[in-house]
């Protein structure tokens, strides 16, 4: 776009505050979406003028487009630009954003503004042989609005911190099960082979499925449906059959697809709704629903009898202490309070509030859970807030963090949801969960602790506390994401 800039520049002149960093074009409604930044400190000055840059914006573009401009304010405060730098890190190469911290980063905001990353000699060196360091420093001159410096400082490696880094244990979470000694597998008899040389190992529950893996299930087939599809390279328009089914065991339920090979279409008269197999295949992320759900790619099925077995049930320990997010202890604003009344509190139950952020707010399907923020009560006082982003499964994509207002380096490093939840049930393990609206928010929670088989708590509608109208307005006042909401309705209980 540094063409395009300079185009602007000579045409309309007297814009220099503002700079273009991409245009998307969607060609089936003849729209132009420019994206740009802005000097926040002429914030008013952008509102005042920008129909004015809209218009100079049209003059370089096919005047049959329809033009959109979205531009955002930026100021260079140091935790900006670092925040910047990672993110440019995280798309233009994940071998260096891997190996550097927020702390190696240190930045120098002002009139000279500099960036001074700290890193190992082989990264240091694979960033100069690819011009990292130069394509770093263009970035943020164009996307900051500023002439950055950019430099590296070398550090020999630790080997001992090294080694010791890779040979850690990945923690796993503790689990206890009512019958320790049956485990969690299902054996069902009478198997007869159907597609692929008999099954002969045990089937894993279906609720225990919550990663990619090669897997054996069983279940009781359902909503059996056949479609056909063009492959790639087909001639004369060959069509192929695919089946798409759900498989039931009664501890969950999986959506399926098995792809029909051309020697193996005798095989489709064994996939009856009804029908009970165990089969073989891959356990991956259903690309389609894209809300972290998973899918089974059936490669090899067995026909077998219905499995008379009493699922083991499993809930999760409480940790000793938390592993991936920290509760921070809220600290009220004293000073506010000097001239204000005490009322008394609309409940001194101990209650935690929670909010959530997904890539969708469709109740239906509400996509994937990006964002989980809460604030405790006790006594009528907020004593306790929790609040991290979540790493979703599948790809958010930048439209999808555009309309959430969240970055790739929000989400980028941050824990998954069956590393941080585990933490949030510690956090209002004993408390009666409350949220607004309640059933989004409580189906949304409820759906990823049945994945992990942590127990629900008491819940509550905070409807019943006060008026929807006044939870509604405390809402939109709040700025500080999840944790600001769920604090902005935790003042309305406290009366604070």
């Known amino acids: 776009m540094n063409d395009f800039n300079e185009r602007f520049a000579k045409s309309a002149g007297n814009f220099a505050y503002i700079r273009f960093l991409s245009a998307k ?26 129909a004015q840059i809209l218009e100079e914006l049209k003059k370089l573009l096919p005047p049959s487009a329809r033009v959109e401009l979205s531009a955002t304010a930026i100021s260079r405060t140091p935790s900006e630009i670092v925040r910047t730098v990672l993110d440019y890190l995280s798309k233009e190469s994940i071998f260096v954003y891997s190996s550097i911290n927020k702390e190696d980063i240190t930045a120098i905001a002002g009139d000279n503004p500099i960036v001074r990353l700290r890193v190992s000699e082989s990264i240091g060196e694979y960033m100069e042989m690819n011009g990292l360091v130069e394509k770093l420093r263009s970035y943020l001159s164009n996307s900051m609005l500023a002439e950055f410096t950019v430099k590296l400082e070398k550090r020999s490696e630790d080997m001992a911190e090294v080694i010791e880094r890779l040979s850690a244990e990945t923690y796993r979470p503790r689990f206890t099960y009512e019958r320790p000694d049956e485990g969690r597998t299902i054996d069902p008899r009478g198997r007869t082979p159907m597609c692929g040389n008999i099954i002969t190992e045990k089937a894993r529950y279906i609720s225990d499925c919550i990663r990619p893996d090669y897997v054996t299930l069983y279940g009781t087939m359902s909503d059996v449906k056949e479609h ?26 999986i959506r399926c697809v098995f792809f029909v090979r051309q020697k193996s279409e005798s095989v489709l008269k064994y996939l009856q709704n009804g029908a009970y197999i165990i089969a073989n295949g891959n356990l991956d992320y259903d690309a389609r629903l894209n809300d972290g759900s998973m899918q089974f790619n059936v490669r090899r099925f067995t026909g077998c009898d219905k499995a008379d077995f009493v699922p083991n049930k499993v809930v999760r320990l409480v940790d000793d202490k938390y592993r991936f997010v920290t509760p921070v202890k809220y600290t009220y604003r004293t000073q506010d309070s000097i001239y204000a009344e005490q009322k008394a509190p609309l409940t001194d139950e101990p209650i935690v509030i929670f909010e959530t952020l997904t890539t969708s707010r469709h109740l239906a399907a ?11 009560i006790r006594d009528g006082r907020i004593i306790e807030t929790f609040g991290t982003f979540i790493r979703p499964l599948g790809e958010v994509s930048e439209e999808v963090r555009t309309n959430l207002g969240i970055r790739l380096s929000d989400i980028t490093g941050k824990p998954s949801f069956d590393e941080a939840l585990p933490d949030f049930f510690k956090f209002f393990d004993g408390y009666t969960l409350t949220a607004f609206p309640y059933d989004f928010h409580m189906k949304v929670l409820g759906t990823y602790l049945d994945k992990l088989h942590i127990p629900m708590p008491s819940t509550v509608d905070m ?15 709040s700025t500080g994401r999840t944790v600001g909401a769920a604090i902005a309705l935790a003042k309305i209980l406290t009366n604070t």
């Open 25 to 50: 074009i969607d060609a089936s409604k003849l729209k132009v979406t420019v994206s740009a930044v802005y000097d926040k400190e002429n914030e008013a000055r952008f509102t005042k003028e920008k």
């Open 366 to 376: 509400f996509g994937e859970l990006v964002e989980i923020g809460a604030a405790k």
């Open 228 to 253: 056909e599809y063009t492959p790639k390279n087909a001639k004369n328009e060959e069509k192929r059959k695919y089946v798409t089914f759900f498989l039931d065991d009664t501890t969950g339920k």
């Open 463 to 477: 409807a019943n506390y006060t008026d929807k109208a006044t939870l509604k307005s405390a809402r939109q006042k």
